[in-house]
């Protein structure tokens, strides 16, 4: 089975600081990659997802961006943090079986934007 | 309308209790369901996994989908203080993304 490493567990940063997350597994090869976000009490927001190495899909228009410069390396960055940028970002992985793919998740990175 | 609705709660039982979590949704083309657990600060757990109407039982948890009424719920019996946490439903279309629900805050006490 596969191990998502993602960190830091907890950033405090000031309006218009650089951002950058990083994620990586183990344990599997070319697998599908996520990026999620969860506002309090508004559910998990997909941000990015990609496929394979080079290739981002963009779920929501905004103020962050992410590549996949690895196989198995997933990064989230932005440029400018803007306050909505706060929220607990979500690292996933997509495992598939013969019909379904099951979404597994790191633990987590608690931004705030202060 | 959103697509999964799930009630927010929070929800609060006493040790021992049953408890029922429960997620409607409008895609009448959602084939697979899925229920998540959260601890606070922590990423979601895959707990249970349906595919189609029916039950699927694993220890303590029982998740039912009911297709003709777009309604899907998670039943823990016995439950522990350990119990508490977040869940969350989710859901998809074949090859679809996933679609959650905003998450019901259970809290078990002893």
């Known amino acids: 089975s596969q191990t998502i490493h993602q960190w830091p567990a907890t950033l405090v940063q000031p309006v218009g600081s650089p951002l950058s997350l990083e994620c990586t597994v183990e344990?599997?090869?070319?697998?599908?990659l996520y990026w999620y976000r969860q506002a309090a009490g508004r559910g998990l927001q997909l941000l990015f997802y990609s496929v394979g190495i080079g290739q981002i899909s963009s779920e929501v228009p905004q103020n962050l961006s992410a590549s996949r410069p690895q196989d198995r390396q997933f990064i989230l960055s932005s440029k400018k943090l803007l306050l909505s940028d706060s929220g607990f970002y979500l690292c996933?992985?997509?495992?598939?079986?013969?019909?379904?793919?099951?979404?597994?998740f790191g633990s987590g990175t608690q931004l705030s934007v202060l | 309308q959103k697509e999964v609705e799930q009630d927010p709660g929070p929800l609060s039982v006493p040790e021992g209790a049953i408890v029922s979590l429960n997620c409607t949704y409008s895609n009448s083309a959602f084939q697979y369901f899925m229920w998540y657990r959260q601890y606070s600060r922590k990423g979601p757990e895959l707990l249970m996994y349906t595919y189609s109407s029916g039950n699927k039982e694993d220890g303590r948890f029982t998740a039912q989908v009911d297709k003709s009424s777009k309604y899907i719920s998670l039943f823990i019996r016995d439950s522990q203080p350990s119990d508490s946490a977040t869940y969350l439903c989710a859901m998809r279309q074949g090859a679809q993304k996933l679609v959650f629900g905003q998450g019901t805050r259970l809290t078990i006490n002893p």
């Open positions: 996933a992985v997509g495992s598939w079986t013969a019909t379904n793919e099951k979404l597994f």
């Open positions: 344990g599997t090869s070319n697998p599908n």
